[in-house]
């Protein structure tokens, strides 16, 4: 009866054993976490467009930030306790982590929104992979293969016929290119983000996520004093906006984005950015009633040879 009962108990080990990965199937999934996060962070795009002027951009980015806070430290505070003497000690590379890709990215994406489209501001950031890539070899001396380097120049031609073939309706030329500046600012930030995440202390991902929320809150706190304004507290439109994007493309982008750069490296991660025009424009056609040029088209199809290009390098 025991070798009976000894044979079940391994039995159900093994079949618990077995479990356990279709449990974890998506977090070890690198490929569907990242497009998840371009999804999201696409979103980002559409809303902070549709906000409007009365939340000003560093407001609009400052209250993001201290609105997730609360949401996320239940989940974080347990993580913060064991981590915290990491935390203190790699202090600067999480500074220049949430100053570069959470407080400064989203900071000149939304300035840059007043002036620019969605649609090209999204087409713009999908060259993020060029600039991880020349971030990489510059910092790290990352060698960029043959594909890479292909990619990189059709994604590049891709941009610059889509910030040369349109401009926003109502606003002029010099409005025009200044927008296009700031948002190519935002893609240089999050790229250099996502490069130095490699370097990023080795603390659990839920507190590596709070600690740069409130970090970024923090370097953002001097700006929203001098310039900002008030929360939206009597908007309900512009508090369902904020609470959306301290939810989605803060937490939960951030959070799957790291755990993708973790299984496969910022390199391969960054080719995901070419997504973003294709699903921020599935999302402002409809929402903000934005419409795609020739330009536009011209554009995205050189983008969609630049991911395929690098897709078919890196597929499992």
Request: glycine fraction near 10%; proline fraction near 6%.
């Amino acid at each position: 009866m025991s070798d009976t009962i000894r044979l079940r108990l391994s039995a159900q080990s093994l079949s618990a054993q077995d479990a356990k990965p279709k449990r974890d199937g998506l977090w070890q999934r690198p490929y569907l976490l990242l497009s998840l996060a371009t999804l999201l962070w696409a979103s980002n795009f559409v809303v902070g467009r549709a906000i409007p002027d009365s939340l000003v951009p560093v407001s609009l980015s400052f209250w993001r930030w201290v609105l997730a806070l609360p949401i996320a430290l239940p989940f974080a505070w347990p993580h913060l306790r064991r981590d915290w003497s990491t935390i203190r000690r790699r202090l600067p590379i999480l500074l220049l982590l949430a100053g570069a890709g959470v407080g400064g990215s989203n900071t000149l994406a939304y300035l840059g929104l007043r002036t620019t489209p969605a649609t090209v501001a999204l087409l713009i950031q999908s060259a993020i992979p060029v600039a991880i890539l020349a971030f990489g070899f510059l910092m790290f001396r990352d060698r960029p293969e043959k594909a890479q380097i292909a990619a990189m120049a059709f994604a590049c031609a891709g941009v610059l016929l889509v910030i040369q073939g349109q401009a926003p309706a109502g606003s002029g030329a010099g409005q025009t290119g200044f927008g296009s500046v700031l948002i190519v600012g935002a893609m240089l930030a999050q790229a250099f983000y996502a490069t130095i995440l490699r370097r990023a202390p080795a603390i659990h991902p839920v507190s590596l996520l709070f600690t740069t929320f409130a970090l970024a809150a923090l370097l953002l706190l001097p700006f929203q004093l001098a310039f900002g304004t008030s929360l939206p507290l009597d908007d309900a439109k512009g508090m369902e906006a904020l609470i959306y994007l301290a939810t989605g493309p803060s937490i939960l982008a951030f959070f799957v984005f790291n755990r993708g750069v973790a299984l496969i490296g910022s390199g391969k991660a960054g080719i995901f950015f070419y997504l973003m025009p294709v699903f921020g424009t599935l999302l402002a056609v409809p929402i903000l009633g934005e419409s795609i040029g020739m330009a536009g088209l011209a554009g995205f199809a050189l983008v969609g040879i630049g991911f395929a290009l690098t897709r078919l390098k890196t597929k499992d």
